[in-house]
C-alpha cells in the first residue's frame, strides 16, 4: 500500500492550526478509561458548529444498500464519494490502480493527514502513516509504552510495517467487515484520524524530532 513521505507529526501540526483558525481551543480533561468512547462522541459533537454531523449519519437507504454485501474498491470508492464527507470537501479521495488497488483518502479536517483503506479477505483496513521506526528515542520502552496504553485509541491498533524500500515504520490502523455499512466506515476514517492526531500528541517525547526533519 503506498505511503505518504510525511509523517504524522506534520499533520498533527496542520491540524492544530486550522483548529485554532476554526475558533477551536483545547482543553484536557481526566477520565476513567471505560469513558473513552464517550468522550470522543462528546468531542465530536461540541465541534458540531464548525463540522457537519451529517458525516456520522449517513441516509439509511446507503447503509441499507451493502448490508450483507462485500464492498469493492470501486463501489465504495462511488459511495464515499457520494457522502456529506466528501461532498461538504472535508476530505478527498482517488482510487490508486494496481494489482491491489486501494484507496487514496485525504482527511482536510486533521490537516491533509492521508489514509489509504484497502479491500481484501473479507476485510476493510485502513491504516495511516505515523513515524518511521529509526526516528524513536528508546525503541523498546516506546513499545512497551504503546501496549499499555492501547485501549487509549479506541477502534485503531499501532504496528510496524516494511514500505517498498525496506524502511520500517510505524502506522496506525483499523479494520472492517468488507460488508459493513457505510455510516461504519466512515466512522472509521474519522476515529483513525483523531486517533492519529491523539498519538502523535501522547508520544511526542520519544520522537527525535531533529531526526525527523533531516528525513
Not at 23 to 35: A, F, H, S, Y
Request: aromatic share 10%; charged share 25%; with cysteine.
Amino acid at each position: 500500500m503506498k505511503k505518504n513521505i510525511k509523517s504524522s507529526a506534520f499533520y498533527q501540526q496542520q491540524y492544530r492550526r486550522r483548529l485554532r483558525e476554526q475558533g477551536l481551543i483545547k482543553k484536557d480533561v481526566w477520565i476513567l478509561p471505560e469513558n473513552t468512547n464517550k468522550l470522543l462522541e462528546i468531542e465530536k459533537k461540541f465541534r458540531l458548529s464548525i463540522v457537519s454531523s451529517t458525516s456520522f449519519n449517513e441516509k439509511q437507504e446507503n447503509n441499507e444498500m451493502k448490508k450483507n454485501e462485500v464492498w469493492s474498491i470501486t463501489d465504495l470508492y462511488q459511495a464515499l464519494h457520494d457522502s456529506e464527507l466528501f461532498k461538504q470537501d472535508f476530505a478527498s479521495i482517488e482510487i490508486i490502480d494496481g494489482v491491489d488497488a486501494c484507496l487514496h483518502i485525504v482527511m482536510h479536517k486533521y490537516g491533509d493527514l492521508p489514509l489509504f483503506l484497502s479491500v481484501s479477505n473479507q476485510q476493510i483496513i485502513v491504516e495511516a502513516l505515523l513515524w518511521p521506526v529509526d526516528i524513536v528515542i528508546q525503541r523498546t520502552q516506546f513499545n512497551e509504552e504503546i501496549l499499555c496504553t492501547r485501549k487509549l485509541f479506541p477502534l485503531s491498533i499501532i504496528a510496524i510495517e516494511k514500505t517498498g524500500d525496506g524502511s520500517l515504520n510505524y502506522i496506525m490502523y483499523g479494520a472492517l467487515s468488507a460488508s459493513s455499512l457505510l455510516s461504519d466506515i466512515i466512522y472509521e476514517l474519522e476515529t483513525l484520524s483523531d486517533n492519529v492526531i491523539k498519538a502523535t500528541e501522547a508520544y511526542e517525547h520519544h520522537i527525535n524530532f531533529n531526526k525527523l526533519n533531516q528525513n
